[in-house]
């Protein structure tokens, strides 16, 4: 539930960052509209979602190669 609400919270952000930027008055040369940037925030959702993941596993084989390793069942320690 708390991922929701920061998720929710940082779009509600992001709206309030863009809007001024689409009552622009000034005419824009490459045309694009609202439905380019609703496509490329929905890009930056899916890198992200990626990046998440790949972040954990980073850091789960870098706690895995500094681990001490433990010794087999079957050995003496002598």
Known sequence: ???KMNILGMAAALCGIVSPALASAEVREDQ???AVWIF????ALI???QLV???LMLTG???GA???REKPAG???G
Do not use: D
């Open 53 to 55: 993941p790949a972040i």
């Open 47 to 49: 890198i992200m979602a």
């Open 40 to 43: 490329l925030g929905v890009c």
């Open 61 to 63: 084989m870098i706690r």
């Open 75 to 77: 050995s003496k320690a």
């Open 66 to 68: 500094f681990r001490k």
């Open 32 to 34: 694009s509209g609202l």
């Open 1 to 3: 539930m708390q991922g």
